[in-house]
């Protein structure tokens, strides 16, 4: 089963990925990430751009509008995302907590839609 | 550019011979593996040009055996500029490319294969991508392709699997007697994974997951051309190809699928299905009983009934009481519930999947919810029904099912 973690951010945990700290944290992220990609689990990642770079769009009665900015001003925003496929959820889940930022924020693990249809 | 469809049949039948012939002479299951992939690339190159050699064999075997002594010579190369005893090196026969033709082999080591690629100490999606490498002569891109991953991501499985064989030093060898039912049980659960990821594709992007199932049904029908007498694979290739047969009619172009009550039985492959219920027959009739033969007895009686309603249901029902005996989990009580719908009506089902409620297995599982809302269905119990055919939308991710799920539910609103 493939499964999406999406890793949540905000101002703070962004800030400490890049004070003092910031280099132990990485080297967490890039153990996992080296696991990951040695048993064959990771599908695909990325980080996203700070969030003040984002541009929403909406159609509202046909009328395009594109508006610099975030949406809301959520207190945590969506930061980046790594795609797995694992045996179990638990071991997805454990992927999760061993992300460093999960100490700040939240990460979710969600399962990804699949297109095969079982036999009815 | 895609090779005669032709040349990659002979290529994909020929690729564990060649591997067992130099898995025999070096060892070395890695190395060799790699060596045998780089030839069959070359042939599928070489030969829509030039020609198949007279002995596409022997060309694999010599060609593989060269890419290997390559192989081993750089590395010896690399050693020496490292290490002063390199004048210790000398060009032994080892490395001496093989001349012309090759004798081909005698035994067939597709089961010898199987049984390594299929080993208990490798993770289940190792041993799938393994044996469709190794055993099935895919290369990684479209195993890849097939399991919708990317190719660097499947290149680490297989480059795994082969680490995790040379580190536990699993040998080329048939596994001992004592093991070997228990290792074929393995074997056969793979071949029916691969098999499922290619049925279960629906349409579009995913099509070419197809590919599957003919490699599944090729690979077991080489098994049961090794182990005639063995009633689970012969069952195991009856259900592939009962389940084969109703693939056209499974699902609509757009991709939403139709369930088997529903199903245009003439969009049914014939052969398929007698091919199948004729293998089936004969198994039950010689061989010791066990879950493939039983599930494939049960896609018979299925095939077998011109339309839906011509269902053999008490037949279903008898075949999932055995079922339930020799190899009981939750959805072999799913399916025989809904076959004793059939024959004592809706509330008998409802009693059997009761127990079911208690089970942990079932807790976080969609199909309860989606077989009980069908019997309170069938029983007339519409809002009951829509309430659990929505659960049941809602938990699947399955999306081709969540449509269904969710079509159910509207059509009792």
């Known amino acids: 089963m493939k499964y999406m973690l999406l890793i949540y951010d905000n101002a703070q945990s962004r800030e400490a990925f890049f004070g003092p700290d910031g280099e132990a944290l990485m080297a967490e992220v890039n153990a996992v990430m080296k696991e990951l990609t040695e048993s064959g689990e990771l599908v695909g990642g990325e980080a996203l751009a700070d969030p003040s770079n984002t541009r929403t769009v909406r159609v509202l009665d046909g009328v395009p509008a594109v508006t610099d900015g975030p949406f809301v001003e959520a207190k945590e925003h969506l930061g980046g995302y790594l795609m797995v496929e694992c045996e179990t959820p638990e071991r997805a889940a454990d992927i999760a907590v061993r992300w460093p930022s999960a100490r700040f924020t939240p990460l979710e693990v969600r399962p990804i839609m699949d297109q095969s249809g079982p036999e009815l | 550019m895609r090779t005669d469809a032709r040349i990659e049949d002979l290529l994909r039948r020929l690729a564990p011979q060649v591997l067992g012939v130099l898995v025999r002479r070096h060892g070395q299951f890695d190395a060799c593996e790699d060596a045998v992939q780089e030839a069959l690339l070359a042939a599928a190159l070489q030969w829509p040009e030039e020609g198949v050699p007279e002995s596409p064999t022997g060309w694999l075997i010599t060609v593989a055996s060269r890419r290997l002594t390559d192989q081993w010579r750089s590395e010896h190369a690399r050693r020496a500029r490292e290490d002063t005893a390199a004048s210790l090196v000398t060009r032994d026969e080892a490395f001496a490319p093989p001349a012309g033709d090759e004798p081909v082999p005698e035994e067939d080591d597709t089961l010898t294969l199987l049984f390594l690629c299929c080993h208990p100490a490798l993770s289940p999606a190792s041993q799938l991508a393994l044996t469709l490498r190794a055993v099935g002569g895919l290369t990684t891109a479209e195993i890849a392709r097939a ?267």
Do not use: C
């Open chain 2, 147 to 413: 399991f919708l991953v990317p190719e660097g991501t499947m290149a680490q499985r297989i480059s795994r699997a082969k680490q995790r064989i040379k580190a536990t030093g699993i040998g080329f060898d048939l596994p001992p007697e004592p093991e070997r039912a228990e290792r074929l049980r393995v074997v056969l659960h793979v071949l029916y994974l691969i098999f499922n990821e290619g049925y279960t594709a629906t349409a579009g992007p995913h099509l070419q997951r197809s590919e599957l199932t003919a490699e599944a049904i090729r690979l077991t029908r080489a098994v049961h051309g090794l182990l005639p007498d063995d009633g689970e694979v012969a069952g195991l290739l009856a259900l592939m190809l009962l389940t084969e047969a109703r693939r056209a009619a499974r699902t609509r172009p757009d991709g939403a699928l139709v369930p088997l009550a529903e199903q245009n039985r003439d969009r049914w492959t014939a052969e398929l299905v007698d091919e199948g219920a004729a293998l089936v027959a004969d198994t039950l009739a010689r061989a010791p009983i066990g879950p493939y033969q039983l599930q494939a007895a049960i896609a018979a009686v299925h095939d077998e009934a011109r339309r839906a309603e011509d269902t053999d249901w008490r037949q279903i029902v008898a075949l999932y009481e055995l079922l339930e005996r020799i190899s009981s989990n939750p959805i072999v009580t799913l399916n025989h519930a809904v076959a004793v719908a059939m024959v004592h009506g809706p509330e008998a089902g409802l009693e059997l999947l009761a127990p079911l409620d208690a089970d942990e297995r079932m807790a976080t599982n969609h199909r309860l919810d989606a077989v009980r809302a069908h019997l309170l269905e069938l029983a007339g119990d519409r809002e009951g029904a829509r309430e659990r055919y929505r659960r049941a939308a809602r938990r699947t991710t399955s999306l081709p099912e969540q449509r269904y799920l969710e079509a159910k539910a509207s059509r009792l609103g």
